[in-house]
């Protein structure tokens, strides 16, 4: 079974404090996604990753960056959080032929700022 | 970028009903329409989805119909039962299908009675 794997469920930061969220992914699939998913807003795309150390700017990438330097981990990075950053964050992989495969979620971790 | 507009947001019906959830989109070039579920604590998981030259596609109880000309999706559940309940989310590939990014809706949350 594909397995995609975040740090934490559940997290408490205070504001201003840099915030590290790891995914994992154990099927050697090229592309991996960050979303935050707030009530009534769905998923929103933060950033996208299509090859090692490479990066793609989502819908909504501002207060965020991330970073993969491996394969199988994509890490986002809120560099000084904020109380508006409160929320459920997910993460996703996917392998070719792009754009016609199965985004695998992992259970997303609630990233509470105050 | 792709908008995908879903409809409605909130659905209840009694067991043993059906259901239907209508997503629209605005890129013609989208060309892979995929489902997802997400159950409580939990992230998204595909549930069905659809090519661009098929008109209809069914597994079991959940079909989806396509209209290409309109721009148009639904989701369609038949004998709905309470485990059906959950936030089901629409998405459509846009031109970023090369690199693997879905355009999302901004989900259904179906309750199903008994």
């Known amino acids: 079974d594909v397995k995609v794997t975040q740090s934490s469920r559940y997290l408490v930061k205070r504001t201003g404090e840099k915030v590290f969220l790891e995914c994992v992914q154990d099927?050697?699939?090229?592309?991996m996604f960050w979303y935050r998913q707030d009530p009534g807003l769905g998923l929103r795309l933060i950033y996208f990753?299509?090859?090692?150390?490479?990066?793609e700017k989502g819908d909504i990438p501002e207060g965020y960056s991330v970073s993969r330097e491996k394969k199988e981990r994509f890490s986002l990075i809120l560099e000084s959080a904020s109380t508006n950053q409160t929320s459920m964050y997910l993460c996703a992989s996917s392998s070719p032929p792009s754009g016609k495969s199965e985004q695998y979620f992992g259970p997303g971790t609630r990233l509470t700022v105050t | 970028g792709e908008n995908v507009e879903q409809h409605p947001s909130t659905l209840s019906v009694q067991e043993g009903d059906s259901a239907v959830i209508k997503c629209t989109y605005s890129?013609?070039?989208?060309?892979?329409f995929p489902w997802y579920k997400q159950e409580l604590g939990k992230g998204p998981q595909l549930i069905i989805d659809?090519?661009?030259?098929?008109g209809e596609k069914k597994d079991q109880r959940i079909a989806v119909t396509l209209n290409k000309t309109a721009k148009h999706f639904s989701l369609h559940i038949t004998e709905t039962q309470p485990e059906d309940s959950a936030v089901y989310f629409c998405a459509a590939t846009g031109r970023g299908s090369t690199l693997g990014r879905l355009y999302f809706g901004r989900g259904t949350q179906l309750t199903v009675w008994p």
């Open positions: 990753s299509y090859d090692v150390k490479m990066k």
């Open positions: 659809i090519r661009s030259n098929v």
């Open positions: 099927m050697d699939h090229e592309n």
């Open positions: 890129d013609s070039a989208s060309n892979y």
